[in-house]
């Protein structure tokens, strides 16, 4: 029964994916020098090309580009310090958002604030066990990136994440098989805030806030560029009509594995 349930929610998954109206990856910013504009470009082509054109299966980039709503996203969690700034200020605006977390830095202290992350409702996810470049990897090392992460959160917060992001976003059609294998499903982004590069919290707000589309799915980290950006972000996207909704509903995916209780 259990398997039969993970079949059909991974059939609506690749529909879902599917259908949707694919973007092309949005961000720059003045402060962006030659090199890095040209790179990213790059990238985001070579990366988002192969989705668009159907040859990655169960990749989501966005949500859906009719309804305005946007959501927050936030990379390489936990740590002591900005991830709890960052959950003061989700809380102060009313904001859930998803949090995709290294299962290895989870120890000690960066266990309590995995666990309020949970409790305050954003969704805790797989952002691999130790930051890799995926596609650097051997089929088998990818597994284990996957499980030994998925496990850590279970064993932390009761759930068994089964939304993924790449380090790096870096993809390749192993390593978006090897994720389909393990009944997960891929997920990067359609407007990335740069607050992983760009030193000015500003820029980074100017960023969002100018290139902000239906259903973007925001990409930041837990960083003290967004942490100072956030609060401004929140409210100048609000003040443009957009709402702000948790990952899983924006998709209509499930978030976390089920089993037999179905207690989600």
């Known amino acids: 029964m259990k398997k039969l349930f993970l079949t ?8 879902f994916a599917d259908s949707r109206t694919i973007y092309d990856i949005r961000g720059n910013s003045w402060l962006l020098d030659a090199n890095m504009t040209l790179f990213l470009g790059n990238w985001r082509t070579a990366t988002v090309t192969p989705i668009q054109h159907g040859n990655y299966k169960n990749v989501i980039v966005n949500g859906d580009t009719d309804v305005k709503s946007v959501a927050l996203t936030f990379d390489d969690a936990p740590d002591e310090n900005n991830t709890y700034k960052l959950l003061d200020i989700l809380k102060e605006h009313n904001v859930k958002a998803a949090f995709f977390m290294i299962g290895g830095t989870m120890e000690d202290d960066n266990i309590t604030v995995t666990k309020q992350t949970y409790a305050q409702g ?10 890799p470049r995926m596609t650097n990897l051997a089929q088998s090392d990818m597994s284990l990136q996957l499980t030994r992460t998925s496990q850590k959160i279970e064993s932390i917060t009761g759930q068994y994440p089964t939304l993924f992001r790449p380090p790096y976003g870096s993809i390749n059609a192993t390593v978006v098989d090897t994720i389909n294998e393990h009944n997960m499903t891929t997920v990067l982004w359609s407007l990335d805030s740069l607050d992983w590069t760009l030193q000015d919290p500003e820029a980074v707000i100017q960023n969002v806030t100018s290139n902000v589309r239906n259903g973007d799915i925001i990409l930041m980290h837990r960083n003290r560029v ?6 401004k972000i929140i409210e100048n996207l609000k003040e443009k009509g957009y709402t702000f909704v948790k990952l899983d509903g924006m998709l209509g995916v499930k978030a976390y594995r089920f089993f037999d209780t179905l207690s989600y």
């Open 8 to 15: 059909f929610l991974l059939f609506q998954s690749l529909l």
């Open 122 to 131: 954003h969704l805790v996810l797989n952002h691999s066990y130790n930051h």
């Open 226 to 231: 967004s942490v100072a950006a956030l609060p």
